[in-house]
């Protein structure tokens, strides 16, 4: 398998490192050498908060770019409006999931969508449809929310997640992804993948009402970390509708000058190489190596695969689309897996379940 291929990713070099994309950061740089003792001491996920440097003599290399410690005030900051929302108007802002078929990681992302909007005081409903559900079925249950004027939730999703399985499974090749995408009310399109958000995304001077989630988290993550983006070079790797597209029009309205690597990219180690960014989204562990990554370079990994892992408890990890432990030698800053953009995806959701909810009922 192509993702086990790349599964292993050792370092073997070690290189100096230069700074040039990030100015005063407004988080304390934790280094990416943490993160690795981390990994090797805990099986915890994205927990690194606690961890302090250590005054061990391995060099400090790169920032780790922390996508649990960006997320959080933003989540703090979601859990006072919403009670403030429920005091001042008394409505709660609400998130539906449809969720058709069961496979693992849709049902996983689910599961921190709910826990997630719990956390922040958010109405979270889940609707699970058989995985042999008819499209109509599907959207009905779209219609359901996007006509009641009494439900408050959101919904979203179904679409990539139906997106999803659809490449996975033979049971909803018999759904069109279009036309899911097409029913969901855009004022309920909290995760942006309706065409038309899409198309005010990549037109000059429209705003769309929602932008989506991951790529969302990813131009927040280059923020907070202060990483300057105008002028600079950007390459996207994966040119999908729900993140590299969207994310490579976010750099591109940033005014970076973005190149986008997909499948038939010719010589992608090379164009990777001329990049001050790099946002990786193609769902192969490990493809971005250190060679690929220029001296400073700022590095977000939203690529999260499945892997066997007989260690863990529960028999797989998840491995990014960048090989960690070399690009910690090469970059300036690196985002981790998990911990880095995962976090920043939730917590965009969240913000974008709020905005509707306001907007909806005209309340600021
Ligand atoms: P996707 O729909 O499968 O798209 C993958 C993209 O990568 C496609 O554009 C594809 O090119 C390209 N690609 C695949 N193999 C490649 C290769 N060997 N060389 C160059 N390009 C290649 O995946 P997605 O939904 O965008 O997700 C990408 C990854 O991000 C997955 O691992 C997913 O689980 C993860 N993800 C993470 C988050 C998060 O919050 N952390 C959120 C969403 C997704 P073509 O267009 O030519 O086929």
């Not at 919403?82 to 969720?99: F, N, Q, W, Y």
């Not at 922040?120 to 109509?136: F, Y």
């Not at 999703?157 to 018999?174: D, E, P, R, V």
């Not at 800053?333 to 995962?342: D, E, L, Q, Y």
């Amino acid at each position: 398998m192509a993702s086990l291929m790349f599964a292993d990713c050792s370092s073997s070099t070690t290189s100096r490192i230069i700074h040039p994309n990030i100015r005063n950061g407004s988080f304390l740089p934790r280094r990416c050498i943490d993160q690795l003792r981390l990994q090797t001491t805990t099986s915890g996920r994205g927990c690194a908060l606690s961890i302090r440097s250590s005054s061990s003599p391995t060099p400090v290399v790169s920032t780790l770019i922390d996508g649990s410690a960006v997320a959080k005030p933003i989540r703090d900051e979601i859990r006072i409006q919403v009670s403030r929302m429920k005091e001042t108007i008394g409505v709660v802002p609400g998130l539906a999931v449809i969720l058709v078929g069961d496979m693992k990681d849709s049902a996983r992302y689910v599961r921190n969508k709910k826990k997630a909007c719990e956390s922040v005081g958010i109405k979270s409903l889940v609707v699970r449809l058989p995985e042999d559900s008819s499209e109509k079925d599907v959207l009905k249950s779209v219609s359901g929310f996007n006509d009641d004027p009494f439900c408050p939730w959101n919904p979203c999703s179904a679409a990539s997640t139906i997106g999803k399985q659809k490449k996975k499974s033979l049971y909803l090749y018999h759904m069109d992804e279009q036309n899911i995408l097409n029913a969901v009310r855009i004022e309920k399109d909290v995760d942006g993948f309706h065409p038309l958000n899409m198309g005010q995304l990549a037109m000059r001077e429209r705003e769309p009402l929602f932008i989506p989630c991951t790529p969302k988290g990813c131009i927040e993550l280059l923020h907070s970390y202060n990483v300057e983006i105008r002028g600079k070079r950007a390459v996207v790797l994966g040119r999908s509708n729900i993140v590299g597209m969207p994310a490579a029009l976010l750099l591109q309205r940033e005014d970076a000058t973005v190149s986008i690597i997909h499948s038939k990219t010719k010589n992608p180690e090379e164009i990777t190489r001329q990049a001050d960014i790099i946002i990786a989204a193609v769902g192969q562990p490990n493809m971005v190596r250190g060679s690929w990554i220029k001296p400073g370079a700022v590095v977000l990994d939203v690529g999260t695969t499945d892997v066997d892992d007989p260690d863990s408890r529960s028999g797989y990890r998840l491995v990014g689309d960048v090989c960690y432990e070399e690009a910690c030698k090469v970059a300036s800053a690196v985002s981790p897996v998990p911990g880095g953009v995962g976090p920043m995806t939730i917590a965009m959701l969240l913000s974008n379940t709020l905005t509707s909810a306001k907007r909806i009922h005209n309340f600021h």
